[in-house]
């Protein structure tokens, strides 16, 4: 069910385009919510409208990026509500994070395909000729959700909701059986085997919930950051992958502030290779900021080239400073420049040459490989590749740990119920499937009922 | 003319002229036989799960079965009171006979209401208005409105084996005329079927060899009217048990050739959870025993009701049956079960004041709606009663949110989802159930009953004192604390475990082992002049401990109703016209405009509704 009361975010700039990414959020609890991961001169909360604040957006004490914050006060801002657009360096890597910070505050959610137009409507922010164009949009929407299974993935996975969820029912009829039919001569579930076909689904969503790095990966691309200090040739690896120069090759250390990105498609993966500044200590201002955007960079990544020359000493401490902010699993060593030196005694995961493209080959190989390795996937798998999907069934997961709780207590059905019927309801948002009488038509089709 | 001609004296007939009466509308009861008043059909109860939840809403509504069940209840029993207060259901046998005497007394003492002994078979409407009704002698009745409430005797056909007789209770003629009449102001109709048992003569039976089921050892009435120091007035009897076999269920299959259900004769559609025993037996043929409850038909009556053998077999076949039931050996059986079946209107065709959507000022009320049960029956009643009153007297209507009552669920249930089968309430349609007690009906209805003019002043300001001391009684108990040498000897008595320094009294209630009333005795708070109203009301004390005990669900539960009421809050013009909005789905647009639902939050309960459907229906609510 769609909720005007809830806070809406969403990225407002197409993704990977451009080196500023907006995030924008509109709803009741915006400004405050943004004022709980930004420290900036002023608080947000006391900001007027259409202020602009520069600031940090920081998780835990930690900063995640700095940003520019613009205020807008209802009923001034697009949508008619409180909003706030956040502005970012354009990263995916932050500006997911900065989502994914945000969508964890009570109240605020992932915003539906044209939601923020929609609510711009009903707010009489924009005419009917507009908002039949927003029509379109939902309705489009409905065409491809009644297309769902199109999409293996999401076929795979509601397939396996619909599944969990029909097991749900008939453990909530069970448990109606006995509150509804109090006189009939049915067998009733004792709370032991209650508690198991709880416990049962509950893995099963873990299963599921577990497979979110590795969907969205396969949804959204792999987040490969490549790191080493400066000169060891990580923009030429850059540059020899896409035949094109977009990151500055320079002979002066630490020139390549920016995080510098492209994509490539490696057997139908698709790769976000990011550039760093290497993570290295600087008293240099400008310098100090790009080390800061990738330390975070570093630990978003789902895939790090640990780039190496080798004509230096291994770098071992910023190897062990680089194990600090991610697993060693997601970590591939690459040795370059072996067109210079052929004798390496060095344990590298692969050697190559940025320059005659030797061994680079195995490289790709070897991060598919990382990619497929940190997942038990196979063809028939359901796998989690939406952030929307992967919250439900985390809150489905929560509402059966609460009935859980509650059957141990020994509490009456009616009590276990109540976490029982939500958990439901969040699967049922997954598949997009509202009915209420699911379990009164399994207690009739599954038990004698009736004096 | 009559401001409210009510068609049928059934039990949603008698809530309806009673309360509509009361509320000062000078009313018509059209009824064949007004001795037949408030007839109980089928079995010889009332309340049950969820159902009595319905008795208790009416009561408090200021309804009359509560109070007629009371006077003539045989056995009361509080069902499920091993669990939660939300799901404890009061239920009761009565005497049939004298059921229906008590309701000819209630209904006849009551002012501005006239019976007419007649059988209606023309509904009478203009230009989209009711006029009245035609009568089988000819006459013409004129009315402001009409309630149609004719139960299960709209064509009713009655089946034994083969043989159909046309009437919709045993030696009781049908009603012709009114589906036709109303078929052709274009209502929908269907046709459901339901069943009754075979009556058992009481001396045939071998009382000895069966299982007793007695009654509770504090019966509690119904009705918040009614005197508990001279309650029960009637003796109190048992029920017994027993049960069918293999032997039994090879016996019946025996008829399979000759029921009016498998061999066709038979279209309506019963209800799945009060399946005849034959369905039973086709259904779950796993199953080889089936319980029987021997229900005694009234005091001084010498019918027994065997409840759970319904069936339209025919009559040798079910005594044939019937002599291999332990018990029933030797057993006579002075009418043999049948099915009814009858006509009825799909209730997606009245709106949630039970007025019709068709013709102005004509409501449905009981079974023509689809439901089954006198409960269902009598909730129906008492509201289209009321609303036709409210309609008359030009004040607005009475509608009952699915938050605040069972009677709320049942009717947006009908509305919405309108019905295939008869209809039954059960505790899990209602999806704030922890809020919906049979213990605080009153609580949560009263207000409205005494606003209608339905139930004395003097008894709603009791309550308003009784609130005030349960508002005052939560405050205290939230704020008092008790010492660990003042409280653990009692927790370790009650297998609760011991506390360190102190606790206050909620947090100390909250544990399943203790209760309200021990804790209040407790550190002298007995003679604590600031607890002794909450102390001394039994009533209020209670109501204070569930809200203690169970505060995190309820809070939970409070917690929804807020956020759905926005939907409800969210109004649709009847006058949409959903064929036009081509951004919806087909089926939606199949649905709503079937329904015509009156709010955002009725329209996304009606299945096949998706939650894209409900934006596309915010965006244009908006043009
Ligand atoms: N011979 C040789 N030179 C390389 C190779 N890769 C990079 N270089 C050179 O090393 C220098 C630094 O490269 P650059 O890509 O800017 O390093 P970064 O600072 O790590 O991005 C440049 O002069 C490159 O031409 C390689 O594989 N072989």
Known sequence: MLDDEDTIIALATPAGVGAISVIRISGPSSISSVD?????????????????????????????????????????????????????????????????????????????????????????????????????????????????????????????????????????????????????????????????????????IDILLSTYSFGRVLRDGVNVT???????????????????????????????????????????????????????????????????????????????????????????????????????????KV???????????TDADVLISAKTGEGINTLFESMKNRVFQNSDYSEQSAIVSN????????????SLMNAEKSAEEKMSGEFISVDLRTAENSLAEIIGVVTTDDILNNIFSKFCIGK | MYDIIVIGGGHAGIEAASASARMGCLIALISMDKHALGRMSCNPAIGGTAKGHLVREIDALGGIMGKIADRTGIQFRMLNKSKGPAVWSPRCQSDRELYSEEAYKVVSSTKNLEFIEESAIELVAEDGKVKGIKTQSG??????????????????????????????????????????????????????????????????????????????????PFSYQTNISEFPYLPQLDCHITHTDPDVHKILEKGFNKSPMFTGLINGVGPRYCPSIEDKIVRFSEKKSHQLFLEPEGMDSDLIYLNGFSSSLPAEIQLEAMHKIKGLENVEMVRPGYAVE???????????????????????????????????????????????????????????KRSEAYIGVLIDDLVTKSTEEPYRIFTSRAEHRLLLRQDNADRRLMSYSTELGLIDKNMYKEISIREGIITAGLDLCRNTKLHAKVVNE????????????????????????????????LDGLDNNPNFNSLINNHNALRQVEIELKYEGYMKRQQEAVERLEKYEKLKIPLTLNYLTLKALSTEAKEKLDRVKPRSIG???????????????LLVYLKK
Request: glycine fraction near 8%; include cysteine; charged fraction near 30%.
């Open chain 2, 490 to 521: 009692y927790l370790e008595l009650s297998g609760s475990s011991t506390i360190e320094s102190s606790e206050t009294i909620s947090k100390l209630c909250k544990r399943p082992e203790t209760q309200l009333k021990d804790l209040l005795k």
């Open chain 1, 387 to 398: 952030i929307r999907h992967y919250n439900c069934l985390k809150r489905a997961k929560e």
């Open chain 1, 36 to 204: 709980s991961i930004f420290t900036g001169k002023k608080k947000l909360t006391d900001a007027s409208s259409h202020s602009i604040h520069y600031g940090t957006i920081d998780d835990d004490e930690e900063i995640v990026d700095d940003v520019l914050v613009s205020v807008f006060r209802k009923p001034n801002s697009y949508t008619g509500e409180n909003s706030v657009e956040i502005s970012t360096h354009g990263s995916p890597l932050i500006t997911q994070k900065i989502i994914e910070l945000l969508i964890k505050i009570d109240g605020v959610r992932i915003a539906e395909p044209g939601e923020f137009t929609k609510r711009a409507f009903l707010n009489n922010r924009i005419d009917l000729s507009q908002a039949e164009a927003v029509l379109d949009i939902i309705n489009a929407r409905t065409d491809a959700s009644l297309r769902g299974s199109r999409n293996q993935l999401d076929g795979l996975l509601s397939a396996k909701v619909n599944e969990l969820r029909d097991i749900l029912v008939s453990t909530s009829s069970f448990v109606e059986l006995e509150l509804d039919f109090a006189e009939e001569d049915i067998e009733l579930i004792d709370n032991s085997e209650l508690i198991k076909r709880i416990d049962k689904i509950v893995n099963e």
């Open chain 2, 139 to 220: 006459r013409f009745i004129e009315g402001k409105t009409v309630i149609l409430s004719a139960g299960t005797f709209l064509n009713a056909l009655m089946h034994t084996g083969l043989r159909s007789t046309s009437g919709g209770r045993f030696g009781e003629k049908p009603s012709t005329g009114i589906t036709e009449s109303l078929e052709k102001l274009g209502f929908e109709k269907g046709r459901l079927k339901t069943g009754t048992p075979p009556r058992l003569a009481k001396n045939s039976i071998d009382w000895d060899v069966l299982e007793i089921q007695p009654g509770d050892e504090n019966p509690q």
């Open chain 2, 342 to 400: 009858y006509d009825f209107f799909p209730p997606h065709q009245i709106d949630n004041t039970l007025e019709t959507k068709l013709i102005q000022g004509l409501y449905f009320a009981g079974q023509v709606n689809g439901t089954s049960g006198y409960e269902e029956a009598a909730a129906q009643g008492l509201m289209a009663g009321i609303n036709a009153a409210l309609k008359v007297q030009g004040k607005k209507e009475f509608v009952l």
């Open chain 2, 602 to 616: 009725q329209a996304s309960r009606i299945s096949g509704v998706t939650p894209s459907d409900i934006s596309i």
């Open chain 1, 335 to 345: 040795l370059n420049k072996i067109d210079l030196k052929k004798d390496i005694g």
């Open chain 1, 226 to 332: 490549i790191v080493g200090q400066p000169n060891v040739g990580k923009s030429s690896l850059l540059n020899y992958i896409l035949k094109e120069s977009r990151a500055i090759v320079s002979e002066i250390p630490g020139t390549t502030r920016d995080i510098i990105r492209e994509e490539i498609t490696i057997d139908g993966i698709l790769f976000r290779m990011y550039d760093t500044a290497g993570i290295r200590t600087s008293d240099d201002e400008i310098e100090k900021e790009g080390v800061i955007r990738s330390r975070n960079a570093v630990k978003n990544s789902d895939l790090i080239l640990f780039m190496g020359d080798v004509n230096l000493l291994f770098p071992e401490d910023l190897f062990n400073e680089l194990l600090g902010l991610n697993k060693p699993e997601h970590i591939i």
